[in-house]
C-alpha cells in the first residue's frame, strides 16, 4: 500500500517560515492536499491540489510538491498556526493520509 | 452554508455493529463531483480514512476495513451513513463525516475532503 511520510514535530519561532515535508514514491505525479487540526477540533483543508488555498485561509499558507516530496509552507508563522497538519493524496482508488507533523511555535 | 453533522451511539460493544449517520444541509447530497465519506481519528493518533460514496452509489473503500464497511447514501434525507461490523476496542476513535471533492484524471484527478464534520466519539467497550 501506499505511505506518506511526515516527520512527527517542527519547530518555528513566531514571525519566522515554518516547512513540513510530505514524502512518498513518485508524489509529485499525483495532487497533494493539506489539512491544519488544532485540538478538539475537525481538520481543516489548507492547500488543495498541490497550491490551491481555500476560501478563508490566509495567504501566509503555501504548497509545493515535486519529485517524491510535497511541502506546506506557512510564512510569518504565527501563535494561532501551532497544529497537527495532515498530507493526504489518492492512490489505486484510495485516500492516504500521512501520518502528521505537530508544528510547534515558540 | 454547508454543515455536516454526525449522530449515533457514543457507546458500542465489542462484536456488535457500530452505525452512525450524517446529516448534510446546505447543499444537496445528489451534487455531481462529490462524494459523502468517513474518517475517524483513535485517541492521539493520526486520521484514518474509512470509505466514501457517490449519490449514485459508486464507493470506495479503505482496503484495510473494507470487509467490515457499509456506506450508503439516502437522498430523500440528505443523509449518508456509516456501518462497521464486528467492532472491537481498536475501533474506538472520533468519526468524522466529511464531502470529498474528486475530479480530474490520470496526473490532475484529485480527491481531498474540503468540509467535515465536528466530529462524534465512539467508545467500543462492554
Known amino acids: 500500500s501506499y505511505e506518506l511520510t511526515q516527520p512527527p514535530s517542527v519547530s518555528v519561532s513566531p514571525g519566522q517560515t515554518a516547512s513540513i515535508t510530505c514524502s512518498g514514491d513518485k508524489l509529485g505525479d499525483k495532487y497533494t492536499c493539506w489539512y491544519q487540526q488544532k485540538p478538539g477540533q475537525s481538520p481543516v483543508l489548507v492547500i488543495y491540489?498541490?497550491?490551491k488555498r481555500p476560501s478563508g485561509i490566509p495567504e501566509r499558507f503555501s504548497g509545493s510538491n515535486s519529485g517524491n516530496t510535497a511541502t506546506l509552507t506557512i510564512s510569518g508563522t504565527q501563535t494561532m498556526d501551532e497544529a497537527d497538519y495532515y498530507c493526504q493524496a489518492w492512490d489505486r482508488s484510495t485516500v492516504v493520509f500521512g501520518g502528521g507533523t505537530k508544528l510547534t511555535v515558540l | 452554508q454547508l454543515q455536516l453533522q454526525e449522530s449515533g451511539p457514543g457507546l458500542v460493544k465489542p462484536s456488535d455493529t457500530l452505525s452512525l449517520t450524517c446529516t448534510v444541509s446546505g447543499v444537496s447530497i445528489s451534487t455531481s463531483s462529490y462524494y459523502w465519506g468517513w474518517i475517524r481519528q483513535p485517541p492521539g493518533k493520526g486520521l484514518e480514512w474509512i470509505g466514501n460514496?457517490?449519490?449514485?452509489?459508486?464507493?470506495y473503500y479503505n482496503p484495510s476495513l473494507k470487509s467490515r464497511v457499509t456506506i450508503s447514501v439516502d437522498t430523500s434525507k440528505n443523509q449518508f451513513s456509516l456501518k462497521l461490523s464486528s467492532v472491537t476496542a481498536a475501533d474506538t476513535a472520533v468519526y468524522y463525516c466529511?464531502?470529498?471533492?474528486?475530479?480530474?484524471?490520470?496526473?490532475?484527478?484529485?480527491?481531498?475532503?474540503?468540509?467535515w464534520g465536528k466530529g462524534t466519539t465512539v467508545t467500543v467497550s462492554s
Open positions: 460514496m457517490y449519490y449514485s452509489g459508486s464507493a
Open positions: 491540489q498541490d497550491t
Open positions: 466529511a464531502r470529498h471533492a474528486t475530479d480530474g484524471s490520470g496526473r490532475y484527478f484529485y480527491h481531498y475532503m474540503d468540509v
